[in-house]
């Protein structure tokens, strides 16, 4: 059961992300789902899902990945999006360093290029040292890398943080970085 339920919370996350069309649902400009269409869509995958079992996803989720609105008919991902959608994102001063995990492979392009959203519409960065490990390990070889966002903020560089807790920047300059 547990593992149904994870399996599900992948394909949700492919689906509200990257791929709304491998449920044959389209997301709105905010990257919001109906969630009926989502739940019939999901179904025609050949998935097991009702709402009950989608509130507890959302309900349970480790990272916090969903969010319904307030009478539970839409649903959306809170960030990690490729599809170009507006989450509403506000603008926030970050705390003075962020960190970002990487995988040791990556480490020449991203000192020479710096961070970069690659597939995804933002880069991803966190509070927590160990956050980033484990992001970094999903990767490869992992490495931590120090982001000295207090400076990057000073000179003008947008930061947001998402509803489940993810500082986003459109991407970091390698003069922001250390090891
Ligand atoms: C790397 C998970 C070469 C970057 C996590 C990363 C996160 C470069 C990879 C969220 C580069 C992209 C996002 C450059 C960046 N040259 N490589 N110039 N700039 N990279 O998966 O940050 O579980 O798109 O370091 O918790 O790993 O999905 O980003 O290694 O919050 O909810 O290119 O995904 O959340 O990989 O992970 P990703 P990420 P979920």
Redesign the pocket.
Known sequence: MEKSKDKLSVFL?LVL?HKPEAAGIVLDKNGWANVEELIEGIKKTGRNINKILLQEIVRTDQ?G?YSFNEDETMIRAN??HSVLVDVELKEQIPPDILY????TR?LK??Q?????????LY??L?KEKE?AQ???E??GKPVV?KIDAKAMYENGEKFYLSANG?WLTKSVAPSYLSE
């Not at 020479?112 to 995804?120: D, I, Q, Y």
């Open positions: 996350s992300r990272k990945r960030q990690g970002h995990g990487t995988a990556f392009s991203i020479k290029e710096g961070l970069k959203p690659m597939s995804r880069v991803h966190s956050t484990k992001v970094g999903r990767h890398l993810v």
